[in-house]
Nanobody
């Protein structure tokens, strides 16, 4: 049984920062590709950032502002979000793939394990 727990969301003013965390436990999937997605009200879930063994990818909308990282020893992934904008407001989800490879996937359907989501609200 795999458990994914994401946390760290909150309310912040535009220009501020937040750091999201994602802890994965259970089966040995900690080294599998992982990603962050977000979903705003009335919109589809979208890719934000992903990390594989030696690959990292970002959505164009967050490049230069967000940084994804992971600590394999702690089975934890992070998303440092700086220079936040009101359009970053969404529920953010952590996800992990079921199998290992060294490719970051951008489609939500390619991830098997999901956190419960953490709300990020950026006020103007």
């Amino acid at each position: 049984q795999v458990q994914v727990v994401d946390s760290g969301g909150g309310l912040v003013q535009a220009g501020g920062s937040l750091r999201l965390s994602c802890v994965i436990s259970g089966r040995s999937v900690g080294n599998n590709p992982m990603g962050w997605f977000r979903q705003a009200p009335g919109k589809e879930r979208e890719f934000v950032a992903g990390i594989a063994w030696s690959a990292i990818d970002y959505a164009d909308s967050v490049k230069g502002r967000f940084t994804i990282s992971r600590d394999n020893a702690k089975n934890t992934m992070y998303l440092q979000m700086n220079s936040l904008k009101p359009e970053d407001t969404a529920v953010y989800y952590c996800a992990a793939r079921q199998s290992w490879n060294n490719v970051v996937m951008r489609r939500a359907g390619q991830y098997a394990y999901w956190g419960q989501g953490t709300q990020v609200t950026v006020s103007s």
